[in-house]
């Protein structure tokens, strides 16, 4: 027997925006301007549609047809690329400064797909469908006055790896297509009830991702590992204060590089969940961190490997 999830069963916990925790962990995001950037304004503008128009009156007017094209893309964004690039937490932070921008209040909604709806047949497809229903029924509490919405909802489908697949790769499981169909389902909904919702999806999986689902996305957001600039700036924030030598820092830089006849360096996480902890709990609690140990701990650490973007494989 089937019943319709809980809002606590659904969501782990539902964020309101702004609050001081995601705005610090925005800031500390490395290399991820452009995608902050485009993330930020696909958002402000579901909320404020009414600033496209504003613009376009100051710059190009009569561009109705213009505004049109733009404002009636479907509200769903995909951020995809590598594990531990930072597309969860670009995700659950970035409602933070569009509620600044836009000076109003915005709710995200993280619905992980991972550790759950992998039970009863048709456990994932219910999922999406009542995660859809919710966030229609809250962005539908906060209608909009002079074009300008009072407040926004975001639905996060996070760890949607198995709905990026496509439904036309032929081994897709039976269940996994009747998601992406709930999912298509729900993001035409958003759309054309016209609330102030917008749907951010994570996928580990951009090759494979379904062509309804790749069409109706009104941005692709696209994550990789950091290159030698971006380590040494994650290294150098942490490792420069504890008094670790612009040559150890370097040689730190390369060791965390493609290095050794590997074709893929570190990524985010492994500097920052793996490597940084690991360098603090080796000194700890008789040494202070020292460079040239630092270096031999990152020489003897190997990355994570890529993930294998191969479509329906399972
Ligand atoms: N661009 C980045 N800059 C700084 N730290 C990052 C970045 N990307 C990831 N991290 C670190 O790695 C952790 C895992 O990132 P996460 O967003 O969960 O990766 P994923 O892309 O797999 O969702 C973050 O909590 C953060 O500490
Ligand atoms: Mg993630």
Redesign the pocket.
Known sequence: MQTTPTIDELFDRRLVYPDFEPQERLA?????DQQKDRLKKVLGLLVNPGGLAEWADRHHPGAVALLDTVLRRPPLVV?A??????????AETIGDAVARQEKIEITLLPLSLSTRGQGRVGEMTQLISAAFDYTLQEAGKLPASNGRSRGAVILLV?EADALAQSREASQMHHEDRAGVNAFIRGVDQIANAKVPAAIIM?T?RLNSLDPAVRRRAADILE?SR?DDA?RHF?LSTRLEPLGVSPQHLKALVDATGAVDGRKHGF???D???RLIPMLVLDAYPSRPVDGARAVEIARGMKPTPPFQDVSANC
Request: hydrophobic fraction near 35%.
């Open positions: 500390r995001l490395v290399g991820l951020l690329g590598d594990v531990g690039s930072g597309k969860t937490e670009l996070d994570c580990n994550f950091p971006q994650v990524t985010f996480s500097l920052t969940q």
